[in-house]
């Protein structure tokens, strides 16, 4: 009897390791598959609900603009769901090795400006072509040839854009003693960057006590580039960075900056950063449409009134996305519809009114209206009009499949060791370029 | 000493003798019941077999797991450091033989990284351990509340790496945060720590050490209230002070224990990614503007998912395993020259 009782026991244990094993297998098969089963579970069309996925990085606002529950209330046999990754260098990755693997891509995945010619190069056969969808010459030019491959494939459509002013501190600029009308400073550096990072050593001369021109020499950089057609990449896809004319117009400009004790030394989108906009520690920051919320949110209830904005010197662009639909996707038909939906001009409008995301399509300037308590917020500065001239006027711009990581080396190695470890614009220079090569993997 | 002495050759001989004799019946003294008579019987065999298998059996979830989660992706990434791999391309593989290893060989990136690893792991597992014995033996104490004392202890380690970094971060910003802002008391101008050489990796090493000094002085603290209280009683019949007992009887009471915090210390600094990844803000996988506390981690991250090179982050993946192996070598070395000596 003893020993049956303990076997039984042994037994049963064994089982349930046994059950335990067998679940945590079946977990994995589940887990590498949630996505498929996720927009399985609307069961191909016919009865019941489709259920369509759309896969976000960061705030993209058609939730908040309650753009999802409209599209639902349009389309009662379609339910959305939104997968949100917060940080877009997680996002990407991500994206890229589900696209590859032709499983777990949401029926549509949003793509950051930063990465579609990396889309567009490489993954073009894992999106549909969107071009044969819509009416094409809703976009900017610019915007569209973007996610247009060679032989003509759109495989995204843009949603929101940066074009870019300069915002800055009225109050500190009256006491630097300089000019504080937005048409006139705008005039002032009309053209060329130069001539705003030359009214910053206007600035420093008089400057309020512990505030600087601007926040950093990698914002000044990325400004200026955003207003230069050419960038890393010819247009035969060879990196050419270092005789780029753009890059070297820019680079001066960040350099003047950086050697010029005109700037914070803050990291964007650093705690340090936020804590800057909440002191007032600088007086100019370049903004792309997208931006304004934020630095609403950061300066807060105290920065109210004393922002304004100004035409920035060169029309530029900074951000922006767009969303595809995969292949790979269940629901293709009631994806594409929904994307055609979601871009089309008078939802971008709606948007913008929410978020300030500044949408692709020209159509819907004239009906744009910004949150009333951003136009106060700003001066009553007419917002809608400075974005909207900036955007019609940017140049198409030549990308290239690492773009970002070679940004990323010229800010945040070449940039930042001039402005903030005391090295020379030459050592700087270098340093970046050792990066590259690194990145570039020669 | 002598007692320790005679504990091991105990547990070594009965460890050595376990092969030699019968092992049925030594198993079946041990507590398992005697087998039931009748050697051919059906259920003797199913006894026999349980007896075989069900340890295996009971084994056998973490080696399926580990398996899966380990040695598949161990061997893959062995498979993808021999090739060109771009993260955008994984279905574009081209044979590239040992280039990614020779490639990183000759970057200096890899060797700043492989440098870091190591004197950001000295600066927070030295004073870390030393800090945590000496915690440990003051809270070897009669004290009042000493759970409370050693709650608190545990606390940085409770902690998740993201909410200590961000916190350390604004303390360490050049501008406006409070270390400056002390320092600046004492006549000391405001450093750059995310910046400079040495701050950067003194401020990673920090976080680090404060959240694991706690941690380990608790594993000591287990140890040392296992040091029987006669040693320490005829130590002091012998004279011996405070300090003396603890130089003579505490540390090499406790030098196993040190050694096993050594070896678990020497891992996680090896594999040190979270604290200098968030430390660095936005572009925090490079390790600040000159790679200055960039670690081996960071490197392989930014490599692999910054970049997108996956082949070469493959091969630094790998290489980062074979030095954990000599690592782990030289520790087997070390404590079996001590096991030795002692």
Redesign the interface.
Known sequence: M??ST??SR?LG??AA??A??TG??AG?ANDSNDGSSNSGDGGGGGKGKTTLTVGTFGVFGYKQAGLYDEYMKLHPNISIKENVTTRT?VYW?KT??RL??GSGTDDIQAIEVGNIT?AVQ??ADKFVDLGKEVDKSQWLDWKLAQATTKDGKTIGLGTDIGPMAICYRKDLFKQAGLETDRTKLAAQWKGDWAKYVDLGKQYMKKAPSGTKFVDSASSVYNAALGGESQRYYDKDGNVIWDKSTGVKKSWNAAMTVATSDMS?????????WD?GFA?G?FATVACPAWMMGYIQEKSGDAGKGKWDVAAAPTAANWGGSFIGVPTAGKHQKEAIALAKWLTAPEQQAKVFAKQASFPSTPAAYDSLKPAAATTSYFSDAPITQIFADSAKTIPVQTFG??DQ?IG?AIT??GI??VE??GKSPEQGWN?AK??IK??L?Q | MTSSKEALAHTATSADAAPGSQPGAARGAQGRGTPPPGPDSWRSRLYRWDMKASPYAFVAPFFIVFGAFGLVPLLYTAWYSLHNVQLSGLDHQTWAGLDNYKNLLSSEFFWNALENTFTIGVISTVPQLLMAIGIAHLLNYRLRGSTVWRVVMLTPYATSVAAATLVFTLLYSWDGGMINWLLHFVGVDPINWRESDWGGQFAVSSIVIWRWTGYNALIYLAAMQAIPTDLYESAALDGAGRWQQFRHVTIPMLRPTILFTVVVSTIGATQLFGEPLLFGGVSGSKGGSAHQYQTLGLYMYDQGWGIGNLGKASAIAWTMFLILLIVAAINLLVTRRLRKSQ
């Not at chain 1, 914070?264 to 340090?272: G, N």
């Open positions: 003893r020993t303990r076997r042994r244990a064994l390791v046994a335990l094993t945590l297998l994995c260098d990755p890229l090795t590859q693997a990396e490489t993954q914070a030394k803050l990291k964007q989108f650093d705690p340090t804590q002191k520690s499949t690492k990581p990323t945040d190695v930042l060791q903030q470890k340093a050792a990066e690194d990145v993997g």
